[in-house]
């Protein structure tokens, strides 16, 4: 999974999708590379909110 936007960056950049015999991209293809992409920033978001937590349980002397 990603670190960091930068490897979501990456990853956009390298997207390709899968083309039907007659015209256009496979629409199923689609939305797996998009539960994909949505999976990776909700993991990237859940890091950075531990990172947020533990800063400012740092910070509160806790």
Do not use: C, H, P
């Not at 999974?1 to 689609?30: H, P, T």
């Amino acid at each position: 999974m990603a670190k960091n936007l930068n490897e979501i960056s990456q990853y956009l950049k390298n997207l390709n999708f899968k083309k039907k015999r007659f015209g256009g991209i496979d629409e199923i293809d689609v939305w797996n590379k998009i539960d994909k992409l949505n999976a990776e920033y909700k993991e990237l978001y859940q890091i950075q909110q531990v990172k947020i937590e533990t800063l400012e349980e740092r910070l509160n002397g806790k």
